[in-house]
């Protein structure tokens, strides 16, 4: 049975936060919702990871902004 071509779709975007504060590890996600848009969510995580970095109490401050997708390919019937 052949195959149609490959679709890909994007699912959602997901970002985080990590950073080091002494011994403990800090992990937090940024959320967009409502009417919130992935601008709105990069505006976030640039404002976290400022903020972060600029404080004496936090250390390996990191974000990453992630995205997940889907590809399907449906199944033709035989000739």
Known sequence: MPYEQPVTSQGSV??????????????????????????????????????????????NVSGTKSYSAETTRSMQPSA
């Open 14 to 59: 997901a970002w985080t936060i990590n950073a080091t504060h002494g011994p403990v590890s800090v992990s937090a996600t940024v959320i967009a919702e409502g009417s919130g848009t992935e601008a709105d969510g990069d505006s976030a995580l640039q404002d976290m990871v400022d903020v972060l970095h600029r404080s004496n109490l936090f250390t």
